[in-house]
């Protein structure tokens, strides 16, 4: 249990109310309850104050007069309460130290924990107090930066490099080969894949999300960039500083994302085009040309009950029959008014 | 070899022909030996009958005089075919054990299989008969139900629960940390991930799925949930009864899908809506909008020859134009008419 | 260091200049130094000829009087690139043997690299020379072909085949079991899924590819086919010969691709369809229907700025609508025309 006035001292904030309140973590404002610190980050939700059974709540200047019970006033409240969840919630770390079913094939500071079953190879490079989960694959002469958790089952091919304090969630691949072939008659030759994965520092990637090594150059992912889960980031991409990505998006070969960019679940940006910063591209939405001017693009079509959309959507097939049909009334009615 | 009359005292339905008919297994209509039992689901074959090779067909009381063979009449042929083609194909169960390549932290029950390389945290609880794949990784205290059968590569992270009877295929990553931050000007800082993933029972998850933990509270996934490969399920979703996903879904976060739902490969369902129970989504569709009244769902476009589709969607981006030139029409001709 | 004249002798093509140059190894035109062979595939980038550092560039007939420095002339630079990338590039293939903590439950060849932690089943047939990575798993009776690589972390399921000089990436799953339910009321019964996944020769599969095993008959790859990662397969596919697909592609039950098709990034192709030989879908593309004639095919919809999409978008509620305003118009107009 902490005081109010503990968490203020340490996070900064305006305390309303009793410092001496205790609490033992936090939780939305609806579930909280009578030892927890609520939090209130969007207006729509300030109703829940009235009703509320949390000790304290952390919330924006204008809820304060709003709020019944202790408040930590902040100007950003949603980051407030990350911070403090991140303090109430320190990750369960492994213990240190290798575990004896593990094959390490290189030097690795003591100050590491690597699960059983996991494997680093020749040369790999692991930092300070990094954490190679369970069954994780780590190739020679990959680097690890200090401070990185590798989930169980993720896989670093030969020679990629991951920054400092990464995260990356079980079942992602770091390093495969991207997908290039020449044409050879009908039959395919492939195009040995000799660039790395370089990943910055701060970077979080999801579960199974795959980012393969460039081809004669780099795939480069920017410091702070936020992957979610399921993502394909394919060969010599480049994903700039504190970019962060939904589940499920696909980016092609050579595809430049700007930095500070947001990108929905399940867009796909094609091959070779350019982001540039801070563009936000819409869940479903395929992006098939450079975009040069931040701001929010989107192109999906709206569902609706299948009876509607089957007489809607087939006139698709005809739009461009429509837009002549339309070109001719105007003819005709422009010569009937002239007469 | 199994007698036809074995077969309708075990699964019921009617039979006509000889029962003392000997068969070693079922196979489609059209593939059937002279010793398989065909059935017959979809009277869109119905043609097949006719020179089938089955030895006998499971099929409708309204295909029944058109069959030329034996036949086990039922209401429902492809679920009488599902029951026999279960009896017929047990799974090959691994040995009951654990190998000695393993690592297990925790008690488990002697009826339990765990395969090489597979890692049980401390604190697990594993039911009795349950199968544990080679290379699993099942984090502390996380608890799988009796009777079910986890394949190679699964992971099940630290505290989640999977319920009885669950079938979770190779890769499936359940529990991974939700995709959660809170803006600090331009980087990211984490929201602590501290919910679970509670599987209900009777569940199937895909190969390569991914089903994330919740940010406070849990995602849930309910009794009878079949997920096929490659979904992605994000923090705190909720999904009902008995509703089944095809491959390559991706369900965003704090979404609700109702129980009896289908949602068809590639859809994806954006976060904090809710889908009612009996809504059947449609392939490929971006759901952007809560949905209240079951009933079928579509929101794709038709694909067409490449040069018709650059001739008719590029009038999508001028649609809004079309309609204010109908407009503009409807009004000029209304004043002629007028005259 | 190579000679020019020795790639010429190995490789063909015309070569213009001093086959006494030596190189290190293959780049682009843009980054190749002075020790190495650069490559001009595509005549967009010809204007980097007159500034390139290379030592010498291979390239087509066309811009061979456009090179200052040495020329390898060929009439397909990009595949001549492929191979002598190949021949510089050869793959770092792991020590022969089996590692100790590997678990190989059958006879495999001498030849053959097992890494760390691998599992091969009873009765798994390995050819000559295949890699198998670590923490792979190999289930019972699978047959892998002579000449392949099996990066970490893949599995292979029970009874399915893969053929000669297959590359298949890390998190892999070949032989899941495909998504195949009967209705009871409202709950779903499991279809057993007996058929196998068989792979041909010269197939490359991505990271995180799933490909499911056959219902009753067998999921079949042809020969050279190559897939990206996080690519969908699901039972009873078929996909022709020397077919390539990009990442995130999902193909639906029992669809039949033809040979030398290309299939975009996050296209859909929905199940019980057949798509002949040289069909291209553009990435995106949801294929609801069998095409049979050759050619590109498109259905993808345009991006734009948010604001523009809101208001053009919409209008596609009221497609069937404004279709018939036109043609009220056009009625309208005649009767007009003919007073």
Redesign the interface.
């Given at each position: 249990m902490v005081r109010l006035d503990e968490i203020v001292a340490r996070f900064g904030g305006d305390l309303v109310g009793n410092g001496g309140i205790l609490v033992r973590g936090?939780?939305?404002l609806e579930?909280a309850e009578a030892d927890q610190l609520g939090f209130l980050s969007n207006s729509k939700y300030q109703g829940q104050l009235a009703v509320t059974r949390a000790a304290a709540v952390i919330l924006g200047p204008e809820a304060r007069d709003a709020c019944p019970v202790a408040a930590i006033v902040t100007a950003?409240p949603?980051?407030y309460?990350?911070?403090v969840?991140?303090w109430?919630?320190p990750?369960?770390r492994p213990a240190v130290g290798v575990?004896p079913?593990a094959?390490v094939e290189t030097v690795i500071p003591a100050s590491v924990s690597v699960?059983?079953?996991a494997?680093i190879g020749a040369g790999a490079s692991i930092g300070e107090n990094t954490v190679v989960?369970?069954?994780c694959?780590i190739?020679?002469n990959a680097r690890i930066g200090a401070g990185s958790w590798l989930?169980?089952?993720v896989?670093v091919?030969?020679g990629c490099r991951i920054g400092e304090r990464a995260?990356v969630?079980?079942?992602a691949?770091i390093g495969?080969?991207g997908?290039g072939?020449?044409?050879?008659a009908?039959?395919?030759?492939?195009?040995?894949q000799?660039g790395r994965v370089v990943v910055g520092d701060?970077v979080?990637i999801?579960?199974?999300t795959?980012i393969?090594r460039g081809a004669?150059?780099d795939t480069v992912i920017g410091d702070?960039v936020?992957l979610?889960?399921?993502i394909?980031v394919?060969h010599n991409v480049h994903i700039g500083?504190?970019t962060?990505m939904?589940?499920?998006v696909?980016i092609?070969g050579s595809a430049k994302v700007g930095?500070?960019c947001t990108v929905g679940?399940?867009a796909?940006i094609?091959g070779h085009i350019e982001l540039a910063d801070g563009v936000h591209?819409?869940?479903?939405?395929?992006?098939?040309k450079s975009i040069a001017t931040p701001?929010?693009?989107?192109?999906?079509?709206?569902?609706?009950?299948?009876a509607?959309?089957?007489?809607?959507?087939?006139?698709?097939?005809?739009?461009?029959a429509?837009?002549d049909?339309?070109r001719a009334?105007?003819m005709?009615?422009a010569e009937?008014?002239n007469r």
């Amino acid at each position: 249990m902490v005081r109010l006035d503990e968490i203020v001292a340490r996070f900064g904030g305006d305390l309303v109310g009793n410092g001496g309140i205790l609490v033992r973590g936090v939780a939305t404002l609806e579930s909280a309850e009578a030892d927890q610190l609520g939090f209130l980050s969007n207006s729509k939700y300030q109703g829940q104050l009235a009703v509320t059974r949390a000790a304290a709540v952390i919330l924006g200047p204008e809820a304060r007069d709003a709020c019944p019970v202790a408040a930590i006033v902040t100007a950003q409240p949603y980051l407030y309460f990350a911070r403090v969840a991140q303090w109430f919630n320190p990750p369960p770390r492994p213990a240190v130290g290798v575990h004896p079913s593990a094959v390490v094939e290189t030097v690795i500071p003591a100050s590491v924990s690597v699960g059983p079953h996991a494997w680093i190879g020749a040369g790999a490079s692991i930092g300070e107090n990094t954490v190679v989960g369970a069954g994780c694959a780590i190739g020679e002469n990959a680097r690890i930066g200090a401070g990185s958790w590798l989930h169980p089952r993720v896989t670093v091919a030969a020679g990629c490099r991951i920054g400092e304090r990464a995260i990356v969630h079980s079942g992602a691949v770091i390093g495969s080969d991207g997908f290039g072939f020449a044409r050879d008659a009908a039959a395919w030759v492939k195009i040995p894949q000799t660039g790395r994965v370089v990943v910055g520092d701060d970077v979080e990637i999801g579960a199974n999300t795959t980012i393969d090594r460039g081809a004669l150059e780099d795939t480069v992912i920017g410091d702070g960039v936020k992957l979610d889960n399921q993502i394909q980031v394919a060969h010599n991409v480049h994903i700039g500083a504190n970019t962060a990505m939904a589940g499920c998006v696909g980016i092609a070969g050579s595809a430049k994302v700007g930095a500070g960019c947001t990108v929905g679940g399940g867009a796909i940006i094609l091959g070779h085009i350019e982001l540039a910063d801070g563009v936000h591209v819409s869940a479903g939405t395929l992006v098939s040309k450079s975009i040069a001017t931040p701001g929010s693009y989107t192109g999906t079509v709206p569902f609706m009950a299948h009876a509607d959309w089957l007489k809607n959507f087939s006139r698709l097939r005809h739009l461009d029959a429509m837009a002549d049909k339309i070109r001719a009334l105007e003819m005709r009615l422009a010569e009937l008014e002239n007469r």
